[in-house]
């Protein structure tokens, strides 16, 4: 494997906006780190809370190419597959949530929110960032409007961070090339394995609309089927409520 880059930042905005910001000094697979973040920036326009140190938050700068490929809109799900297998070493049971979002007892742990670095039409590369609570407070918790769990709450001791971001790049750069040349087929059997949505009736929000249905499976490109009677809906964007 390549050489990686690693730069720790003690206190930023976002991770995200930082390896944006300066996409053009940093070179392919560098692990960008935060201690704290103060505007961490989620899916679909949220916020992502800074629980403090000793949480996980890290932006990898991915360039693998010159131009876009339509299999890097399935590294969230990738890096989804790879932090689940990081977490059942841990001896949990983790589940996926669809797209991205990876869940322990029904409690998210973790998001994951890409972003392209486009420059009028040139493609300057991803940002693929993640944060994972490792070391949360429960009453911490009262600031997020969602359930959520943090990885020393699962196993009732502290979590070393350092290994913890060690095992998780390791796993995410192991098979990272396969994945890019293969995309979603490479990691559809693991992903679905993992999956807590299949044959559920759903509702889901997309920009402005939602849409109800059961979920009958993922396609090849890990968009989300949904059936309603007659109809059948491939959704590539949204988030289940
Ligand atoms: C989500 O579930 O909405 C995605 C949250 C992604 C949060 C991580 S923390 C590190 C990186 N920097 C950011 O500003 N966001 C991502």
């Given at each position: ?68 490929d339509e299999h890097y809109s399935n590294l ?103 994945f890019l040349?293969k995309g979603f ?57």
């Open positions: 494997m390549d050489e990686l880059r690693e730069i720790y930042l003690e206190n930023i905005d976002s991770t995200n906006r930082w390896a944006k910001n300066n996409i053009d000094t940093l070179a392919d697979k560098t692990v960008v780190l935060a201690g704290t973040q103060t505007q961490g920036r989620g899916r679909l326009q949220r916020i992502w809370v800074d629980l403090g140190k000793g949480n996980l938050f890290m932006s990898l700068v991915l360039k693998p190419a010159e131009t876009f969230t799900q990738y890096l989804s597959v790879c932090l689940c297998k990081v977490l059942e070493n841990y001896g949990l049971n983790p589940e996926i949530k669809w797209p991205n979002d990876v869940l322990i007892n029904g409690k998210k742990i973790a998001g994951i929110l890409s972003e392209a670095s486009v420059r009028g039409t040139t493609f300057k590369g991803l940002v693929l960032g993640i944060g994972v609570n490792l070391n949360a407070k429960e009453a911490d918790f009262a600031q997020i409007d969602k359930q959520v769990t943090a990885l020393n709450l699962e196993l009732a001791h502290a979590v070393d961070l350092n290994g913890f971001k060690t095992a998780l790049v390791e796993e995410f750069f192991k098979n990272y090339d396969e040349a087929e490479f990691i559809k059997k693991d992903y679905l394995s993992r999956a807590n949505f299949l044959d559920k009736e759903l509702c889901v929000a997309l920009i402005n609309e939602t849409k109800t249905g059961v979920a009958k499976g993922v396609t090849d490109n890990g968009e989300l089927i949904l059936a309603n009677g007659e109809n059948e809906f491939i959704l590539n964007i949204g988030d289940i409520l």
